[in-house]
């Protein structure tokens, strides 16, 4: 049975709402391919589309940019021939296990130059005409990294700034009571010795109205390099203030440290200093040596050596005295 007119009408109808329902949504996804590439084009971040086998889909200009190649080039690519860190089959496999939820990390890639950047990476895997790709989401971040190690340097360098005497180049006396302090409970707690000295250079305020401060300023540097290759590597010295510098010596009694104490007043005694043109100045150091006993503090072991110290001052300078014996003279 032939259709009628009504029939044939109605249907024509329905093909032609069909009709402009395809070109709508053909339109529709023109526009969405449009916008895609618009901002892939725009976007600041590289970014670059992989298939499973590690080659370049899709990529922006930026992406180009970044590793120095023309974006023509860039097509030509495959994932290790940017990637710095990982193996091929490393990367193989990691494209084969990418899904949905994607990950987020840093890592480097090297340009076409030879020059490695540091980058930050975001990638997930998508699918698209039932082809799976990789989206890759690239940030140079190689200055920011600069950036935070030159930060973190420079923090370094105020700390020890803060801690380290500018002219001898030894610890400060902040430091020195911090370090104390936790030297004195190691001490406690594992039952070991601890000693400290006190070292004064004698008559330096004498040598120093004589030939100024510069002169005195040569000695004092002087000293703090012959504590520092005096002492052993457990050895903390300092520089207390004026002419006057500590040493702190874990885990040595106070006969072991009475003996370095010697050995560098000798050192001190054997150095000649010229603060003038035919001048030859010798100079001698006082030292004051105790050690840590259970029933005393930190700050009283520092009064100590600093008793000790003056009396050797006392008994005739150039000499070591300790808690377990006088003051003697020495040649």
């Known amino acids: 049975m032939k259709p009628t007119y009504e029939e044939l009408e109605e249907k024509l109808k329905r093909l032609e709402g069909m009709e402009k329902a395809l070109k709508e949504a053909e339109q529709n996804l023109l526009d969405k391919i449009a916008m895609w590439k618009l901002m892939l084009k725009q976007s600041r971040e590289g970014i670059v589309i992989l298939y499973p086998d590690g080659s370049v889909y899709e990529a922006n200009q930026r992406f180009a940019d970044m ?10 690519l495959s994932v290790w021939d940017w990637d710095a860190i990982f ?27 030879g020059k490695v950047i540091d980058v930050e990476l975001s990638n997930n895997g998508t699918v698209y005409k039932g082809q799976k790709l990789i989206l890759c989401i690239c940030r140079d971040v190689t200055e ?3 950036m935070q190690v030159a ?3 420079s923090e370094k360098r105020y700390q020890e700034l803060s801690i380290i005497d ?3 180049r030894l610890y400060n006396s902040r430091y020195f009571y911090s370090q104390l302090e936790k030297e004195v409970e190691i001490s406690k707690r594992y039952d070991q010795p601890l ?3 006190m070292i004064d250079l004698d008559d330096f305020k004498q040598f120093n109205d004589t030939y100024g401060h510069i002169e005195g300023d040569k000695v004092l ?3 703090g390099q012959i504590l520092k290759s005096s002492i052993r590597k457990s050895d903390t010295a300092f520089r207390y203030g004026g002419e006057e510098f500590l040493v702190l010596m874990p885990v040595t009694d106070i006969r072991n440290a009475s003996m370095m104490a010697e050995r560098i007043r000798k050192v001190v005694c054997g150095e000649i200093f010229q603060p003038g043109p035919g001048k030859e ?33 006392k008994e005739g300078k150039n000499r070591v005295c300790d808690l377990s014996r006088p003051g003697e003279k020495k040649q």
Do not use: C, P, W
């Open 166 to 168: 500018d002219l001898t």
């Open 281 to 313: 100045v010798s100079m001698t150091v006082s030292i004051g040596v105790a050690q840590y006993q259970e029933d005393i503090d930190g700050r009283e072991l520092f009064r100590q050596v600093d008793s000790l110290m003056y009396e050797a001052k």
């Open 87 to 113: 193996e091929r089959e490393e990367l193989q496999e990691m494209l084969r296990t990418v899904g949905d939820s994607g990950a987020h990390f840093e890592t480097r890639h090297r340009r076409k130059d």
């Open 144 to 146: 920011r990294n600069r």
């Open 67 to 76: 590793l120095g190649y023309s974006l023509e080039e860039a097509y030509g």
């Open 221 to 223: 540097y002087r000293m």
């Open 151 to 153: 930060l973190i340097e």
């Open 195 to 197: 000693s400290l000295m």
